[in-house]
């Protein structure tokens, strides 16, 4: 006998079996749901532009659901294909034989995002396209530049509060735009967007160090391939010492003797916080006049002029003017004199 038709010997639920058999559609039962016809494109591993990548379309023919002459349910396609055709971007790219669906070779002509839509004509003369399929293409590589500027060993001033250098990057017009340009500096980052070929980032550098300063240029594209390029730059002492006199104050009176001399104790500070005021060219001198003979001032320490001190010989009564200029070890000497005026 068969097994599931609930006759003679055979197995039902009912004997606490735990297995049951569905009966067939006959008569007024209800039927499955039609299915339309549809196309799908395979989605795809991450292309790379210029290279083929093979896709497939697969078509669905839909079902439709009906009862044969006995009522017993049946089915069968809705359409019958007879060409598919794939189109990139909205423009035809290739089609395929006869048939619905097929495997394509897509070759890229550009990174990004792109659209594959595939459309299968039917016998019946009706068109069936698909839901377009989003690719990502990545580049055929990491972006090229030329770095024209700065330098490597270009001198760059460097003042108290720093300086800037100007990074100037040509680029291809055949790049992945826009490009991400990082310019790694002193410990951090200065960050630019190029979305053409003549790019120029302006770059704060620190104060210090003085002498070699390494900086490096990267450029990436959206998808996280880079290239970059390191440049060594010269950063040199561009500031003159900060000149302060202490005494005597502007305006001052000194009191001569009876020839009329005077010597005024003067005394003052000059910090430098790059080359510094040890060493090398640093030291103080003072004048009575703009273009007189300069005289040097002596150190608070020894061969340190950060603190200094001179008598200023003053002859004669009536006014007077004291010049005073500071210059550091790297020899960059204040451009315009510290004045202070006195009456003897």
């Known amino acids: 006998m ?3 038709t609930g006759h003679g010997g055979g197995i039902t639920a009912a004997q606490g079996v735990g297995v049951a058999f569905a009966p067939p559609i006959h008569g007024g039962g209800q039927l499955p749901a039609d299915t339309r016809p549809s196309l799908t494109v395979q989605p795809l591993a ?24 006995n009522g017993d349910p049946d089915s069968g396609a809705i359409v019958t294909y007879s060409s598919t055709t794939l189109a990139l971007d909205g423009a035809i790219l290739l089609a395929s034989g006869p048939g619905g669906g097929g495997s394509f ?6 990174p990004g995002d792109h659209g594959l839509t595939a459309t299968g004509s039917t016998t019946a003369g009706h068109d069936v396209v698909s839901r377009p399929a989003r690719v990502h293409v990545w580049a055929s590589g990491p972006p090229v530049f030329a770095l024209v500027s700065p330098l490597d060993q270009a001198p760059v001033g460097l003042g108290e509060g720093g300086g800037t250098v100007d990074v100037h990057l040509a680029v291809p017009a055949d790049q992945f735009f826009p490009l991400q340009v990082d310019v790694i500096h002193d410990g951090g980052t200065t960050s630019a967007a190029a979305a053409g070929v003549d790019v120029h980032v302006s770059v704060p550098l620190a104060p210090m160090p003085l002498g070699a300063r390494p900086i490096t240029v990267r450029v990436s594209d959206r998808d996280g ?18 000149l302060a006199v202490e005494f005597p104050a502007p305006s001052a009176n000194v009191v001569a003797d009876a020839g009329g ?12 916080t790059q080359s510094g005021m040890v060493g090398g060219h640093a030291g103080v001198a003072w004048a009575l006049s703009p273009t007189g003979a300069r005289t040097q001032a002596q150190p608070a320490a020894a061969g340190d002029f950060t603190t200094w001190h001179a008598a200023v010989a003053l002859p004669g009564f009536g006014a007077h003017t004291i010049h005073v200029w500071a210059t550091d070890a790297a020899g960059i000497t204040t451009a315009v004199p510290l004045t202070v005026p006195v009456t003897v």
């Open 46 to 69: 991450v292309p790379v532009v210029g290279q083929p990548v093979a896709v497939t379309v697969f078509a669905d023919e839909g079902e439709h659901w009906f009862r044969d002459p």
């Open 2 to 4: 068969n097994p599931g």
């Open 225 to 242: 391939q880079a290239s970059s390029v390191t440049r060594t730059l010269t950063g040199q002492d561009a500031a003159p010492p900060r």
């Open 105 to 110: 070779s897509v070759v890229f002509p550009h």
């Open 261 to 272: 001399t005077a010597t005024v104790d003067m005394h003052g500070s000059a910090p430098d």
